[in-house]
């Protein structure tokens, strides 16, 4: 009898030997075995186990010639199969309808990056298909450093320029973590206005476009029936202001219990006298294992008290080095009241202006510098929060497509507006 030890599993002393060597495990050494010990056996039993013993043997050395012959094919063989794996993993790539490349100029804001790509974080397949198609190369800096961080379950407090991509920041991560087996909220994301809110959930429907993930959007202004019956239906993603998801939390229509990740964009806005009350209660509908996300350009003093009462050892991410983005001139115009207008009919009559953004601090003024813009001959769309809904949609969409070049808005009713070199 051959020493134990010495035979790969399946070969040994007959005693329970399996279907055969196993290539793959040749044990070093001694291994304990377990010793089975039958009384008086039978002639006939005994003959049996010599004879599965010199099968056994032979096995073994036909394995053993084959093993030594066969190395450098067994090599081959499993180099032409993993060529042949990262081929075809490569193939869904060439099936994508990827838009044309942006050959836009892009600053640094953008392109100081790392060199990683959306694959090194190991995201799901179709996932990052809806990258891809909607035009995205690389991670931007910020994506690089908060995706990773994200996908870990690590609370994140982040800054970051407006125009570099912080909403793919963080709809990347949170459609990468739902589980789509389950008909349950699993994310929320808050943001200050109703068109940040329809810009974010067509971000996540378009990153998401191969997912068979569910995303909701509802804001104050809009009909409450309307999002009950939506409710009723599977919802894995909502996003939303913090007034009208909080009414919904507190009908038990929109259930939080197993909502794993809060997300708030614009968190300076978040944070103020005017929503941080409601945040507050919404957080109380929240599981105690929920992650936290907060995002924004900036962030006041009143942060610090969220962060010590809601957040659990924070990641700080601060890319601000300065406010605004690089390749952006600023200038500063000192003049009385009664000389705005005639300032702005200098610049546009003296600057080649393409479009333009103009931010009033109350709705009357909006309406009556449009009205003035009007009347010296430049085409103006207004917009405030004092408009119907859908009026402001119209407005919204109609400048984005170039019907007017001048826009008069409060501040928050168009609070983030797209950079022209990075649409993310």
Known sequence: ?????????????????????????????????????????????????????????QRYQQWLKRNESNSGAGELVKSVTTQGSDSSSQDWKTQL??????????TEDVTATKGNDFEDYFLKRE?????????????????EESIPIALTGVDILARAKNGTGKTAAFCIPALEKIDQEKNVIQVVILVPTRELALQTSQVCKELGKHLKVQVMVTTGGTSLKDDIMRLYQPVHLLVGTPGRILDLAKKDICVLKDCSMLIMDEADK?????????????????????????????????????????????????????????????????????????CLNTLFSKLQINQSIIFCNSVNRVE???????????????????????????????????????????????????????SS
């Open 1 to 57: 009898m051959n020493p134990r030890g010495r035979y790969p599993p399946g070969i040994g002393n007959g005693r329970g030997g399996g279907a055969g060597p196993n290539p793959n495990f040749y044990p070093r050494g001694p291994q304990p075995q377990q010793q089975y010990v039958q009384r008086n056996p039978l002639p006939s039993q005994q003959n049996q186990i010599y004879h599965n013993q010199q099968q056994q043997q």
């Open 97 to 106: 309808r990827v838009p044309p490349p942006d050959t836009r100029y892009k």
């Open 270 to 342: 978040l944070l103020s006298s005017e929503f941080q009350p409601s945040i507050g209660q919404l957080i109380r509908f929240l599981p105690a294992n929920r992650q936290i996300l907060l995002f924004s350009a900036t962030f006041p003093v009143t942060v610090k008290d969220f962060m010590d009462r809601y957040l659990r050892k924070p990641f700080i991410i601060n890319l601000m080095d300065e406010l605004t983005l690089k390749g952006i001139t600023q200038y500063y115009a000192f003049v009385e009241e009664r000389q705005k207008v005639h």
């Open 368 to 422: 009556l510098l449009a009205k003035k813009i009007t009347e010296l001959g430049y085409s103006c769309f207004y917009i405030h929060a004092k408009m119907l809904q859908d009026h402001r949609n119209r407005v919204f969409h109609d400048f984005r497509n170039g019907a007017c070049r001048n826009l008069v808005c409060t501040g928050w009713s168009l609070r983030k507006v797209r950079s022209p070199w990075f």
């Open 127 to 143: 996932l990052l298909m809806g990258i891809y198609e909607k035009g995205f190369e690389k991670p931007s800096p910020i994506q």
